[in-house]
């Protein structure tokens, strides 16, 4: 009979371990993506609340309207994720747990031969006379050994034995626990689809109040576009005289420079947000109007709502480059870092003078109100080339 090693069995338990480990991988990013959604979901209740004390339907309502379904189907999306992955981990455990069972009734088969053989040898005379019957003394050492491994191997199945079924009863609380998991996520689920209904319901009955001031709108987007291109020419022309002052500049200069924009570049995806408390709610480039169909509206930078008389502070170090106003856009304030540039639009007032250096996180104004809710306009330059926010700021 051959039994089997220690080593065996242990790498036995390594194969069936393998899958649960990919799973809590897979497990972990999930949690992590929930959790940064559901920050999310806060931080534009939390705005909300402070600022969405009128009835009267506006344009900056409805993107917050827009933003929260957006984040509140993506969090259902991510419960949905959660349910198959839970149906996954549940089908691997159920596999374990058949191989396992399968497995210890195969090691109390053998113990019980070797318990049957161990029965007809039994007594130090037998097993004398299996030593002394030996033909010679080679044969006596070989004989001994086999008695000692026959020992060894009969300790070995019952560590084997004890050690399945406790992981046994392991994998069996772990089935029961992630069954209940199941069940928290499909009621969650459900919690949250109920909650998209009742946000979609509110978006539907605001831009049915907008839509019955269509003149009004358009006029306002005509006055937005330009508002645009004059805040466009006006960061371009800072661009070009930035850059007839580069070539001109020192040696020393042009190495500052350089390194501002260096380090501004090795930032992407880590710079602070402008606002303490906030969210997005218009995106960068080309979409639809939230009210108006078949109208499209162009976004150079990103809007974020924010609370009341919010603080707006710098993103990175730099140089104040201009301070404007701009009708549609209210105060502007330009900053110089290198060869970047960042843009913070609608500020109700400025804390900053011309030709200032500041440091990231220095306070440079007070967001305005736009279109009912506080919100600033934010945009970040590379030179003439305008680059998504959203890819420079550090997740929240």
Do not use: C
Not at 86 to 93: A, R
Not at 279 to 290: A, R
């Amino acid at each position: 009979m051959k039994f089997p090693t220690l080593k065996a069995f242990l790498f036995f338990a390594l194969l069936f371990s393998f899958s649960e480990v990919s799973a809590q991988k897979s497990r972990a990013e999930l949690e992590k993506e929930k959790q940064a959604n559901e920050d999310a979901i806060r931080r534009a209740e939390r705005v909300l609340n402070q600022t969405s004390t009128q009835k009267t339907a506006t344009i900056g309502k409805v993107k917050a309207l827009n933003t929260q379904i957006y984040n509140q189907q993506k969090q259902i999306e991510l419960f949905s994720e959660d349910i198959n992955l839970i149906n996954t981990e549940i089908s691997e455990l159920e596999v374990a747990y058949k191989a396992l069972q399968k497995k210890l009734d195969s090691l109390k088969k053998e113990y019980a031969e070797m318990l049957f053989i161990a029965s007809k040898s039994s007594g130090k005379l037998n097993k004398l006379s299996f030593l002394f019957s030996a033909r010679s003394f080679n044969d006596l050492v070989m004989r001994y050994k086999y008695l000692e491994q026959y020992t060894d191997n009969r300790k070995i199945q019952v560590e084997q034995i004890n050690t399945i079924t406790k992981t046994l009863d392991a994998r069996k609380a772990e089935l029961s626990g992630k069954k209940n998991e199941k069940e928290t996520a499909k009621n969650h689920k459900q919690t949250q689809t109920k909650k998209l209904t009742s946000l979609k319901r509110r978006q539907a009955l605001n831009v049915a109040q907008l839509s019955t001031q269509e003149k009004e709108i358009k006029k306002q987007i005509e006055n937005s576009k330009r508002a645009i291109r004059r805040l466009d020419n006006l960061i371009s022309s800072l661009v070009k005289k930035s850059a007839e002052r580069v070539n001109t500049a020192t040696q020393n200069e042009a190495v500052v420079n350089t390194a501002l924009s260096t380090s501004f570049q090795n930032n992407k995806n880590k710079l602070p947000w402008p606002v303490l408390n906030g969210f997005i709610s218009d995106k960068f480039g080309v979409k639809n109007h939230p009210v108006l169909k078949y109208v499209k509206i162009d976004n150079n930078g990103i809007d974020i709502q924010t609370s009341p008389n919010a603080a707006i502070s710098s993103v990175f170090d730099g140089i104040v480059l201009d301070i404007s106003q701009i009708p549609g856009l209210n105060n502007v304030v330009a900053i110089q870092h290198g060869e970047y540039f960042t843009v913070y639009a609608n500020l109700k007032s400025v804390n900053v003078n011309l030709q200032d250096k500041v440091i990231a996180g220095q306070l440079i104004g007070i967001a305005a109100e736009k279109d009912g809710e506080y919100e600033i306009n934010f945009q970040i330059w590379h030179q003439f080339t305008k680059m998504n926010p959203e890819l420079w700021l550090a997740s929240k």
